[in-house]
């Protein structure tokens, strides 16, 4: 596990420097323009099989393994980007690449390794009661606390549409984020840093909700930032007891 540990965590530091640090910014741009005619596409995808290979030559050996898979990373470097290039330039396709480039890393990684063991048993333990209800707790605080607090909210809401100045989604996203950070508090047994993270979003809606013929706005505002806090942290609590049960 020491071996597994210590190689996983050099390629992805290694990795991470590569990409987004050492990496000239016009490669990203050739490739999006070029697709799979880019040289900087395979200019990458080289790069990133040397560094895989020499770390891995200077921590486990060489071995026929290591030609192979080096050679398996060069392939799927050049898959990855290329394919990735004909997508939109956005969050979830940026995350999708990233997640699919680290997984084909990890899983040389094990294999070079024969951790094959030590992954079952990690994965073992992932689907342990414990981690299940944390991550259950995280899903509900998401998408179905916002749909049932726009349900419970509707009767009161002083706004029937969307002002044009407002970003689109964005309090719906800040809500998920504020819900996020709560159950974190409450998982870690920071319960001060809840408070500062309500004092934060009240000091900044503070400016918009000033004027007298805001009061409905003002009380709709802090109506829902309470409800939203306390689902956060009846949640938080209710998943750190059951995990402490479970374990």
């Keep these: 596990m020491e071996q597994l540990a210590q190689f996983a965590l050099s390629i992805g530091l290694a990795y991470v420097l590569f990409e987004f640090y050492c990496m000239p910014a016009n ?11 880019a040289p900087n596409l395979y200019g990458r995808a080289l790069v990133l099989s040397l560094i895989f290979i020499l770390l891995a030559w200077a921590l486990i050996g ?18 990855i980007s290329g394919v990735s290039a004909y997508l939109p330039d956005t969050s979830r396709y940026f995350i ?41 707790a995280y899903l509900l605080i998401l998408s179905p606390s916002s749909k049932l607090l726009a349900l419970v909210l509707q009767r009161w809401s002083p706004i029937t549409h969307q002002p044009e100045q407002n970003l689109p989604m964005a309090g719906q996203a800040i809500g998920m984020v504020e819900r996020c950070l709560v159950v974190t508090c409450v998982l870690l047994h920071q319960f001060a840093a809840i408070g500062f993270i309500v ?21 709709y505002v802090m109506l829902g930032t309470l409800l939203s806090v306390a689902i956060s942290v009846f949640t938080g609590l209710a998943a750190h007891a059951l995990y402490d049960a479970f374990n």
């Design 27 to 37: 490669w990203a741009s050739n490739i999006q323009q070029l697709k799979f005619a």
């Design 199 to 219: 004092a934060a979003k009240s000091i900044f809606r503070f400016g918009d909700l000033t004027g007298q013929s805001d009061r409905k706005l003002t009380e």
């Design 96 to 136: 999708g690449r990233q997640l699919a480039q680290i997984l084909v890393l990890l899983l040389l990684v094990v294999e070079l390794t024969q951790s094959w063991e030590q992954v079952d048993e990690l994965s073992q333990k992932l689907l342990e009661p414990g981690p299940l209800v944390i991550a259950l």
């Design 62 to 79: 060489a071995s026929v393994s290591l030609l192979v898979a080096t050679a398996a990373l060069l392939v799927a470097s050049v898959l």
